[in-house]
């Protein structure tokens, strides 16, 4: 059995973190929790270098835990380009890469993923790039094919995994940033930012391949709403968000970032 820690979009950067004071804290917790496998499902700064250096650190403090990230969104808006992103940039980057747990038939698959426009297929005849251009955050991240190609890129990538997964009769947690059902989409009468905003949450194609090859657990983030783990199916889904406090939002149920990365924290057995 291997004690695994599931956590997403800490945003270390924006809740304005002292890097140097918060990795001892965390990697005291994990490890008196007796965690062997620290799992973080992107969004941990706004520039891939600092991120990759948080991974970095903090690997080097559980070790021999592992520790495996992917990048969100916002990891990606600075210090990297797509082909580096497609590239396997560090042996904790787990994009389109995979990690068997040692003592298990746990297999842990990872892919940044996309978006697809699909999650506001209930707009009609609107234009997401041009508004996602002058509007979303993602703006700034260059890539070489339209938002729709580059989720069937993650779609082939991770169900090419999910195949052989199968044919090696593994068990499969699966980490992605994005969303990837419908349920966890809030539709609001503003037509203008939030319907428009859920063109770039995620994809509902990744969760009908999640059902389609049964897959035990989906690890996400993105959406900083702390949903209880739910279950569909044969797949139980868990968005661990730690989100943001600032002057002008507060998602956070306690007062103190450690704290409440401590309560987002979710520890399963892998068994």
Known sequence: MVKAALISDLHVDVNRQNIDQLLPQQAGYLMQQGVGLYLIAGDITNHF???????????RLIAPAKVRFIAGNHDMLHDV??????????????HQGQLDVAGTNWRIIGNNGWYDYQFADNLINRDFLTWKRAFWVDSTIEQPQTDPERMTHVLTAVEAQL??????HKRVLLMTHFVPRRDYIRYTDDDRFWNMANAM????????????????????????????????????????????????INEWSQT????????????LELK
Do not use: C, M
């Open 49 to 59: 270098a600092q991120s990759l250096d948080y991974v970095e650190r903090i690997q």
């Open 81 to 94: 380009t797509y082909a580096a992103l497609e590239s396997p940039l560090a042996p904790t980057y787990l």
């Open 163 to 168: 195949v052989q997964a199968q044919a090696e």
């Open 201 to 248: 949450l995620g994809s509902p194609q990744l969760g009908k391949l999640v059902e389609d090859y049964r897959v035990e657990i989906v690890q996400f983030g993105h959406v900083h709403r702390h949903f209880a783990p739910r279950q569909f199916n044969d797949t139980t889904y868990y968005d661990q968000a730690v989100g943001y406090h600032n002057k002008r």
């Open 256 to 267: 103190d970032y450690f704290t409440e990365w401590r309560q987002r924290l979710r520890l």
